[in-house]
C-alpha cells in the first residue's frame, strides 16, 4: 500500500530539525526588540486575602522602571472560561499565584528589584484548599460574587438505565480513586512579548498553541478587535496543553506595553513555572461498574469531584472528554455520570495531554481488571469482550467507523509476552504485567461552532509551493506531515514545500492545536487546497500538452500523460510559462475544511469527531516489595493509527506521551500545602530522566480512515492516556494491591502491601 | 558595581568583555555575546539545557560565574555546524527524529558531543548515562539515544 | 513566608580571587560572616537564586594552585578542588577506592560533575549529599587550614548539622586524607532514590565491613545519609555486628538500631517513617553487598 505514495509513510525528519538542532530556532526567550522592557510580575502572598492597599510610590523612584501597574490602571475586566479571573487582583487574592501588580523596567533585575519595593497590605483570610471541604456551608467563600464555592458548570450524562444495569449484575465493582496535581514542565517557561504599533494595533510574540482563540479573547479582554491584535508565535518550547488558554501575564505584558509605550517582554523562572502555570485537572472518582455472568459490561455510573483552584481555567471542562472513558471505551449499555466542581485556594488547573482522559482512563482499566478477575476472565480476553467494532454507536451518540481495538489489544498482548508466567518469581523484586487502552477523538473535536481549518497554497514560478495553514507547530512535528501531505497531493517532493503557519495576520483561521486534532483537520484542509491546486494546473498544461486535463497527473515534478509516462514536462516550467504569459495567472488556492461532525447537545450526545483512535499499552513492571519502588520495564503501544503518515514521528509522539503517561504513574508529584507548591524544582518534581525510560516498542495498526487524510487518524494525546492505567494494572499483577491513586510512589505500595 | 575585564574563547573567536563577576557563562553567551542557542532551563543546573563545552568538557553555563570563563574555551551549539554544514551528531538528532520542540536539544547535543569527544562509539547504555542530566519532556529520550549511538556506525 | 521569587541574574557581591591558601584565609578572616568561600559553584548558585543565601562576598579560591591533586601512597589523598569527575575518572580511585569511584560516578550529572568539587559537597554539609558517608566509611580524615597551619580532623566529627561545620573562622577545609583499606575489608553505597539518575537521595546507606579469616565481622563503619541533621556514624548499629557472622538475625537487629538512632524529617522526598524503614533494608543490603566485597566476591 505504502509503495502507492512517494512522500506519505516515510520517515520525514522534522523540517524545523536543523534550525533546532543548530540553535538557530528562536524561542520568544531568545528575541529582543528595539527599546524592549523587561516585565516581572508580583504574585500574591497568601493563597487567601483581602487586598487592604498597595503602594507602588517606592517602587517607580527605582532608575530604569519605567511603569509600575495594579488592577487600577486595567479596564474592568476578567479573563478565563467563566471570566472570572482578573488579569491583576482587584480587591482580594484567592490563590499563591495571583497576580497583584507589575513591573515595566529596562532590565529583568531592577524589574525584579522594583517588586520588593512593592508595598502591598493584605488582611490574611481563612483558605480552603480540598474541594469536598470547600463545599460546606461553613467554608469561606472564595468568590463573594457566588453564593457557596460550587463552579456553575455540570457534566451530567444519563444513557440507558444504570438501575437496570445493576439488577443484571453478577458482580460490581466500587472504588474511590483520587488523582493528583502534576505540571507539564515545559523546558522553555512561559514568555510573550508584547508590542503597540503607531496605529495602536497590538502585536503578540506568543507561544500560544491556539492563536486565533488567543486573538479573540485578547480583544475581549483588552477591550479591543480581534483584527487589531495580531499573533506571531515564535519557536515554542514545548506546550502539551498549557499554552490552551490565555493566562493574566500575556494580558499583563500587553498592559505594560500599552502603558510604557515600549515593547515589553515577560518571561518566567523555573520556579515562576513551577508555581504560577496551571496544572493537569487533579480529581476524586468515585466509580461502580457491573458485569454479568457472561463476562459483559452492565453498567458503569461515576461521579467526578473537580478542584478547579482558585479560577476557572480549561481544566474543570474535562469531564467533557472523561465522560468518554467512562461511556464509550468499551461498550456498556446503562452509563451515568455526574460532576461535582468546586473552587478552592489552590493553584488553578488547566488543559494537559489526554484533557481528563488519563484520569478517566485510569478508573476504568483499574475496574476492568477488577471486572476481569471476579468474572474468572483473562483480562485481555475481557477487554476484547467488551471492545468496540466498527458500525458501533457509542452511548454519547459517537460513531465508530474505522476501529482497530481489538487488534490493538492483541498486538500489545503479544509484545509483552502476556501470556508468560511471571509468578514463578517469589523473591523480594516481582515481576507483572498490565494492560489499559484508550478511546480519543481522532478526527477532530466539535467543541466550538466550528472545528474548522483553512489551508492556502500558493506555487511560484520556480515550483516552490508554499503551504499557509492556519495550523500551528509546537514540536510535534505537524508542519513537516503538512508539507508531506501537500507534496503527495501535488505530485512534488517534500522539499519542495514551504510551510508557513506562525502568524494569524497570514495565516487563515484555525481553531488550534488541540483534541489530537492538526493531522486531521488541518491535513484534510491542506490536502484539499493541494489538489485544487494540482487541478488548476492541469487545466494550464493540457492544452500546453495537447491534451485533456483528466488524461494528464503529476508525480515527482512532472506533469504527464498518463497513458504514455514517457510524455511529460517539467511542471515549474508550465508555471513560469503561464505566469508571465499575456493575461498570466499565478496558482493560489485556499480550502477551508470543517469535518462532517456535530456538536454535543445538552445531554453530552453528539458525533463530535470525524472518526476515534483507539489503542492499548501493555506494561511489564518491576515491583521491589521492600522498598516500595517501581521500575518500568518494557512498554508496548498499539494504536490504531489509521494511517502512519510519518512513522518516525509517530513514533516520537508516542514515546514522548509514554514518557509523560510514566511521569503521572510513578514520578510526578506537584505537592501542594494550603496551596503552596513545596517541590517547584527539577530535582523534586521528577518527570523521568533518560534512566527511567523503558524500552518501548511501537506497533501501528493501520485501519486507512476513509475520510482521514490520506487515511490517517489524530493520535498525538493517546501516548500520555492508558501509561499510568496499564502500569497500575502491571504493579497488581506482580504484588496483588491495587493503587487506586497516583502517583504509585514506593510508601503507597509499602502501605497497600502492609495491609494486604 | 565593580565590573570585571576578561577574555574568553568562544567558537573559535576572541571576546574581551567587561562584565559584574555576577553574571554567569550563560548571562555572557545569551546576553552580552548574542549566542542564544545555549538554552535556560532552569538556572540551576538540573536541566541541562545551557550545557557548553568548557575547555571541551560539559558544564552547565548557568553553573559558572563570569571570572572562572576567563580564558576558557567555550563550545557552544552555535560552534558545532561548520561552514553551515550540519555537526554528524546534529545530522544525526535531525534524521533520527530526536527532536521535538528542541528546547533541549542544545544541550542534549553537546552533552552527547562531550561524550562522542571521550569515546566515539558508545553503547546505548553510555549514551544514556552522558545525557542522564538533561531533560526532556517531548521525545522519552528514545529517538536520542539512537541518534547518538548512530554517529559513528556507518554501514 | 516565602515568595515566589527566583533571581533572574545573581544579586551583586564582591568578587575576590586569592592565588594562595594564606590570602584566602586572611579574606576569610577579615570578611567575616558574609563572606563565602566559592568553588564548583552548583551549590551556592542554586541557593543564591533561590535567595536562601546573601554572600556580600565570594572568595574563589579555584586560582590557588594544586587543590584539585590527587595522589596516593598507600593513603590516598584527594585536594579540596578534585571534580567529582575528576575522582571517579582517576585510576588510582578507580583501583583502589572503587566504591568512592562509583558513588561519584553517580552525584548529579555528568555536567554537574565536571564542575562541582568534593570539598564544596563536604563543606555545605547538606545532609542528603552523598561523598559525606562513603568518605566517612573509608575513614576519611579532612585537613583544614587556618591561615598559618593546617590541622586535621576525622570527617565524622567535621559535620555539626544542615549546613554547619567544624570550620572557625578563616579556616579552609583544602583536603581529605583516606587511609589504606585495612585487609578483608569491603564498602558499600546505597543511594535511595525514586529516579534512577539527577535525583538526591531519600537515605544514604553507607556502609564499610572488615572479616576475619572465618568471614566474622571485626570492624564496621555504617553511616547514614539523609536521616539525621548530618550524615550519621550509627555506633549503636555497628555493635550489633562486630563479633558476629552478619546473620539475617544480626543484620535485621543492626538495622533496628540504625533506624532508633537517626532522627529523619517528614519532607518531599520522604517520610519519616519511610525513611526509618528504608535504612533498614538499605542497611541489610548494604552489609551483605559490603561483606561480599570484603570476601571477594
Given amino acids: 500500500m505504502s509503495n502507492l505514495y512517494s512522500n506519505i509513510g516515510k520517515r520525514v525528519p522534522k523540517l524545523d530539525a536543523p534550525d533546532k538542532a543548530t540553535g538557530r530556532a528562536r524561542y520568544p526567550q531568545d528575541l529582543t526588540l528595539p527599546g524592549m522592557l523587561h516585565g516581572k510580575i508580583l504574585w500574591s502572598r497568601y493563597p487567601h486575602a483581602k487586598i487592604v492597599n498597595i503602594d507602588t510610590s517606592e517602587a517607580l523612584k527605582i532608575p530604569g522602571v519605567m511603569s509600575v501597574i495594579t488592577a487600577k490602571d486595567l479596564p474592568y475586566r476578567n479573563s478565563g472560561f467563566m471570566k472570572d479571573n482578573p488579569p491583576l487582583k482587584r480587591d482580594k487574592v484567592r490563590s499563591l499565584r495571583d497576580e497583584v501588580a507589575a513591573v515595566a523596567a529596562v532590565t529583568e533585575e531592577i524589574a525584579e528589584a522594583a517588586l520588593e519595593h512593592i508595598k502591598v497590605e493584605y488582611m490574611e483570610l481563612p483558605g480552603i484548599f480540598d474541594p469536598e471541604e470547600a463545599l460546606r456551608e461553613s467554608a469561606p467563600l472564595i468568590h463573594e460574587e457566588n453564593k457557596n464555592n460550587l463552579v456553575k458548570m455540570k457534566y451530567k450524562f444519563e444513557h440507558g438505565d444504570v438501575e437496570e444495569g445493576r439488577k443484571h449484575s453478577a458482580h460490581v465493582v466500587k472504588g474511590r480513586f483520587k488523582l493528583h496535581f502534576v505540571t507539564h514542565t515545559c523546558l522553555g517557561t512561559c514568555c510573550c512579548i508584547a508590542d503597540f504599533d503607531s496605529k495602536g494595533k497590538l502585536i503578540m510574540y506568543s507561544p500560544s498553541q491556539v492563536p486565533f482563540l488567543h486573538q479573540k479573547d485578547m480583544a475581549d479582554v483588552l477591550g479591543m478587535s480581534g483584527s487589531d491584535i495580531r499573533i506571531i508565535q515564535p519557536t515554542i518550547g514545548g506546550a502539551f496543553g498549557s499554552k490552551l488558554d490565555l493566562y493574566p501575564y500575556e494580558i499583563i505584558c500587553a498592559h505594560l506595553a500599552r502603558i510604557a509605550g515600549r515593547p515589553v517582554r515577560i518571561s518566567f523562572t523555573r520556579m515562576e513555572e513551577f508555581c504560577c502555570t496551571p496544572t493537569r485537572q487533579p480529581a476524586i472518582i468515585e466509580s461502580e461498574a457491573g458485569v454479568d455472568a457472561d463476562g459483559k459490561l452492565t453498567f458503569r455510573e461515576a461521579h467526578i469531584i473537580l478542584d478547579a483552584g482558585a479560577y476557572v481555567s480549561w481544566g474543570p471542562t474535562i469531564p467533557y472528554v472523561m465522560m468518554n472513558s467512562f461511556s464509550s471505551l468499551y461498550r456498556v449499555p446503562n452509563v451515568s455520570f455526574d460532576t461535582t466542581i468546586a473552587y478552592t485556594n489552590n493553584i488553578y488547573a488547566g488543559a494537559f495531554r489526554g484533557y481528563g482522559n488519563p484520569q478517566g482512563t485510569f478508573v476504568v482499566e483499574t475496574q476492568m481488571d477488577e471486572l476481569a478477575e471476579l468474572v474468572n476472565m483473562d483480562p485481555l480476553v475481557f477487554r476484547i469482550l467488551n471492545s468496540n467494532r466498527p458500525g458501533e454507536t457509542t452511548p454519547q451518540g459517537m460513531k465508530v467507523t474505522t476501529c482497530g481495538l481489538e487488534e490493538c489489544l492483541k498486538r500489545a498482548a503479544k509484545g509483552i509476552n502476556w501470556h508468560e508466567d511471571r509468578r514463578g518469581v517469589t523473591g523480594k523484586i516481582r515481576r507483572g504485567v498490565g494492560l489499559a487502552s484508550f478511546f480519543h477523538v481522532g478526527g477532530g473535536a466539535r467543541v466550538y461552532r466550528s472545528d474548522g481549518c483553512g489551508a492556502i497554497v500558493k506555487i511560484d514560478d520556480f515550483g516552490q509551493v508554499t503551504l499557509i495553514t492556519g495550523s500551528s507547530e509546537i514540536g510535534q512535528g505537524s508542519e513537516t506531515v503538512l508539507a508531506q501531505i501537500t507534496a503527495e497531493e501535488l505530485g512534488v517532493r517534500v522539499e519542495d514545500v514551504k510551510v508557513i503557519n506562525s502568524d494569524t495576520d497570514i495565516k487563515p483561521w484555525d481553531v488550534g492545536v488541540h483534541a489530537s486534532r492538526t493531522t486531521f483537520i488541518a491535513g484534510n484542509a491542506a490536502r484539499i487546497a493541494a489538489a485544487k491546486a494540482k487541478r488548476k494546473i492541469l487545466e494550464m498544461a493540457a492544452p500546453e500538452m495537447g491534451l485533456q486535463c483528466d488524461e494528464l497527473d503529476i508525480n515527482n515534478r512532472f506533469i504527464y500523460y498518463k497513458a504514455n509516462p514517457e510524455k511529460r514536462v517539467r511542471f515549474d516550467k508550465i508555471l513560469r510559462k503561464k505566469h508571465f504569459d499575456y493575461n498570466g495567472n499565478i496558482i493560489v488556492t485556499e480550502h477551508f475544511y470543517d469535518p462532517p461532525t456535530q456538536r454535543q447537545d445538552r445531554n453530552f450526545k453528539g458525533n463530535v469527531s470525524a472518526t476515534y483512535a483507539f489503542g492499548t499499552q501493555a506494561a511489564e513492571v518491576e515491583v521491589d516489595t521492600e522498598t516500595g519502588i517501581v521500575r518500568v520495564l518494557k512498554m508496548v503501544v498499539a494504536d490504531d493509527v489509521g494511517k502512519a503518515l510519518n512513522p518516525m514521528l509517530l513514533e516520537g509522539q508516542l514515546e514522548g506521551g509514554i514518557a509523560q503517561g510514566i511521569g503521572y504513574g510513578i514520578y510526578e508529584n506537584l505537592i501542594l500545602d494550603k496551596g503552596r507548591v513545596m517541590n517547584p524544582t527539577f530535582l523534586d518534581y521528577k518527570i523521568p530522566t533518560v534512566n527511567d525510560m523503558p524500552e518501548i516498542k511501537v506497533e501501528m495498526v493501520e485501519t486507512h480512515d476513509e475520510e482521514g487524510p490520506f487515511g490517517a487518524k489524530g493520535i498525538a494525546e493517546s501516548g500520555s492516556i492508558p501509561t499510568a492505567a496499564a502500569i497500575a494494572n502491571a504493579v497488581y499483577d506482580a504484588i496483588g494491591v491495587r493503587i487506586k491513586g497516583l502517583p504509585i510512589s514506593p510508601e503507597k505500595v509499602l502501605k497497600a502491601l502492609s495491609k494486604k | 558595581m565593580n565590573k570585571i575585564s576578561l577574555d574568553l574563547t568562544v567558537n573559535g573567536q576572541v571576546y574581551e568583555i567587561s562584565v559584574s563577576p555576577t553574571l554567569t557563562l550563560l548571562d555572557i553567551l545569551r546576553y552580552e555575546i548574542g549566542l542564544t542557542g545555549t538554552k535556560k532551563g532552569c538556572g540551576t543546573g538540573d536541566c541541562g539545557a545551557c550545557t557548553v563545552l568548557v575547555n571541551g568538557r560539559a558544564a552547565n553555563a548557568c553553573l559558572i560565574l563570569a571570572p572562572d570563563a576567563k580564558g576558557a574555551d567555550i563550545t557552544t551549539i552555535e560552534g558545532l555546524a561548520v561552514e553551515g554544514e550540519l555537526h554528524p551528531i546534529q545530522q544525526a538528532f535531525v534524521d533520527h527524529g530526536a527532536i521535538q520542540c528542541g528546547f533541549c536539544s542544545p544541550g542534549m547535543i553537546m552533552s552527547a558531543a562531550d561524550l562522542l569527544n571521550r569515546n566515539p562509539n558508545p553503547t546505548a547504555e553510555e549514551a544514556k548515562n552522558a545525557i542522564s542530566g538533561n531533560l526532556c519532556r517531548c521525545t522519552g529520550y528514545i529517538k536520542i539515544i539512537e541518534a547518538i549511538t548512530a554517529v559513528n556506525k556507518h554501514e | ?297
Avoid: W
Wanted: proline share 5%.
Fill in chain 3, 1 to 297: 513566608m516565602q515568595k515566589i521569587i527566583e533571581v533572574v541574574r545573581l544579586k551583586t557581591f564582591e568578587y575576590h580571587e586569592p592565588r594562595t591558601l594564606e590570602e584566602a584565609s586572611t579574606l576569610l578572616s577579615q570578611l567575616g560572616q558574609d563572606a563565602m568561600i566559592y568553588a564548583g559553584g552548583t551549590d551556592i548558585i542554586p541557593k543564591i537564586r533561590y535567595k536562601r543565601i546573601f554572600p556580600a562576598h565570594l572568595i574563589n579560591i579555584k586560582k590557588i594552585p594544586q587543590l584539585n591533586e590527587i595522589s596516593c601512597d598507600k593513603k590516598l589523598t584527594i585536594g579540596a578542588l578534585a571534580t567529582f569527575n575528576d575522582i571517579c575518572f582517576s585510576g588510582i580511585v578507580k583501583d583502589k577506592f572503587q566504591v568512592l569511584a562509583e558513588v561519584c560516578e553517580h552525584i548529579a550529572s555528568h555536567q554537574v560533575r565536571n564542575l562541582a568539587t568534593i570539598g564544596g559537597n563536604i563543606c555545605n554539609a547538606a545532609p542528603s549529599a552523598d561523598s559525606p558517608p562513603i568518605l566517612m566509611v573509608y575513614d576519611s580524615k579532612v585537613e583544614i587550614f587556618d591561615g598559618r597551619q593546617t590541622r586535621s580532623l576525622l570527617l565524622e566529627n567535621f559535620f555539626k548539622g544542615p549546613g554547619m561545620t567544624d570550620l572557625k573562622k578563616g579556616e579552609i577545609l583544602t583536603g581529605i586524607i583516606i587511609p589504606e583499606v585495612p585487609p578483608n575489608t569491603g564498602h558499600a553505597y546505597i543511594k535511595h532514590t525514586i529516579r534512577k539518575s539527577l535525583d538526591i537521595a531519600i537515605v544514604g546507606m553507607a556502609v564499610s565491613v572488615t572479616l576475619d579469616e572465618a568471614d566474622k565481622c571485626t570492624a564496621t563503619c555504617i553511616v547514614v545519609g539523609a536521616s539525621a541533621p548530618v550524615p550519621l556514624r550509627t555506633k549503636l548499629a555497628e555493635k550489633y555486628l562486630i563479633g558476629t557472622y552478619l546473620g539475617p538475625s544480626d543484620v535485621e537487629a543492626a538495622g533496628i538500631a540504625a533506624a532508633n538512632e537517626i532522627s529523619p524529617i517528614d519532607d518531599v522526598r520522604g517520610s519519616r517513617n519511610y525513611r526509618c524503614e528504608m535504612t533498614k533494608i538499605n542497611l541489610k543490603r548494604a552489609v551483605e553487598l559490603a561483606s561480599g566485597r570484603a570476601r571477594h566476591e
